[in-house]
Nanobody
Framework: QVQLVESGGGLVQPGGSLRLSCATS????????MSWFRERPKKEREFVAR????????SYGEFAKGRFFISGDDPLNTIRLQMNNLEPEDTAVYYC?????????WGQGIQVTVSS
């Protein structure tokens, strides 16, 4: 059974950095694309960033451009999210997402808190 496991969250001060990781267990599957989403308090889940296995193409949500950077292994089954210049508004549960041939997978989520 495929499982996505996030790590690297925690508490960081405004202006600081964190790096999240998402690893796959239970299968040697390689995904077509993998992404990060987040849920801020009392907000809907929103798209953060995506990386495609085809050429390593990436895309970002507007708020993430220039501050967050996604990377993935080849074959694509592990991704990372480097988050820089974090703001209190980035406080959220961050979720890993993966897609392969119509099947979707979610991680359990990991808390990121930006506070002084």
């Amino acid at each position: 059974q495929v499982q996505l496991v996030e790590s690297g969250g925690g508490l960081v001060q405004p202006g600081g950095s964190l790096r999240l990781s998402c690893a796959t267990s239970g299968s040697a599957i390689a995904f077509e694309h993998m992404s990060w989403f987040r849920e801020r308090p009392k907000k809907e889940r929103e798209f953060v960033a995506r990386v495609f296995s085809d050429g390593g193409i990436t895309s970002y949500g507007e708020f993430a451009k220039g501050r967050f950077f996604i990377s993935g292994d080849d074959p694509l089954n592990t991704i990372r999210l480097q988050m820089n210049n974090l703001e209190p508004e980035d406080t959220a549960v961050y979720y890993c997402f993966a897609y392969e041939e119509g099947n979707t997978y979610w991680g359990q989520g990991i808390q990121v808190t930006v506070s002084s």
